[in-house]
């Protein structure tokens, strides 16, 4: 089992282009989320979704949006990047929303110039 | 403010030894606690989890919770080079969900040959 899947591994913007990261979890979680992961700051909650069909706002939604396309797919949007943004991007899924364990995607680092 | 603390370390400790990562929360009502191991580069992944006080084993791990003083700590018995990495510790607060994990900033172990 591949279990969360996610492209691309790296990427390199210029400041006010946009892109879409993808995430896939081949193993039937409800939940699933997008992270980010800066030095000092930790891993933070951009967006989550609960289960199919419904999306909801983490820690730092600012600049973001995403699209939970069916169970198994839930894409990460900007739609302008700014040097903010450049990180580490995880994408996890649980079993559920509640209290369970996370399973992450491998990441995607991204730079914004 | 919920928080989760950790010493960042770098914990240096000699291959063989016991090694030991400790982990303090703000939130007397959470009640699940959870150890994340992520390589340099890499994704985080699940070790442990413990939900009632006292020690839960895991082969060479073992999670010890005391929620009467807000502490969870992570034991690693015959410390590898391989252990080297960076430890997390994630908390949810008592809302008992996903959304709501609350992530330390990690604990740097080094084991030494």
């Known amino acids: 089992n591949a279990g969360v899947t996610q492209t691309p591994k790296f990427q390199v913007l210029k400041t006010g282009q946009s892109m879409t990261l993808q995430c896939a979890q081949d193993m039937n979680h409800n939940s699933m989320y997008w992270y980010r992961q800066d030095p000092g700051m930790g891993l933070r909650l951009i967006y989550y979704s609960a289960s199919e069909g419904t999306t909801d706002k983490g820690e730092v939604p600012n600049g973001y949006n995403v699209s939970r396309l069916n169970k198994r797919e839930f894409s990460l949007r900007l739609e302008s990047a700014a040097p903010s943004q450049t990180s580490v991007y995880f994408c996890?899924?649980?079993?559920?929303?509640?209290?369970?364990?996370?399973?992450f995607g491998n990441g995607t680092r991204l730079t914004v110039t | 403010q919920k928080e989760v603390e950790q010493n960042s370390g770098p914990l240096s400790v000699p291959e063989g030894a016991i090694a030991s990562l400790n982990c303090t929360y703000s939130?007397?009502?959470?009640?699940?606690f959870f150890w994340y191991r992520q390589y340099s580069g890499k994704s985080p992944e699940l070790i442990m989890s413990?939900?009632s006080n006292g020690d839960k084993e895991d082969g060479r791990f073992t999670a010890q919770l005391n929620k009467a003083s807000q502490y969870v700590s992570l034991l690693i018995r015959d410390s590898q080079p391989s252990d080297s990495a960076t430890y997390l510790c994630a908390v949810p607060s008592n809302a008992g969900n996903n959304r709501k994990l609350i992530w330390g900033l990690g604990t740097s172990l080094a084991v030494n040959p």
């Open positions: 413990i939900y």
């Open positions: 996890a899924s649980s079993e559920a929303a509640e209290v369970s364990p996370l399973h």
């Open positions: 939130d007397r009502g959470s009640q699940s």
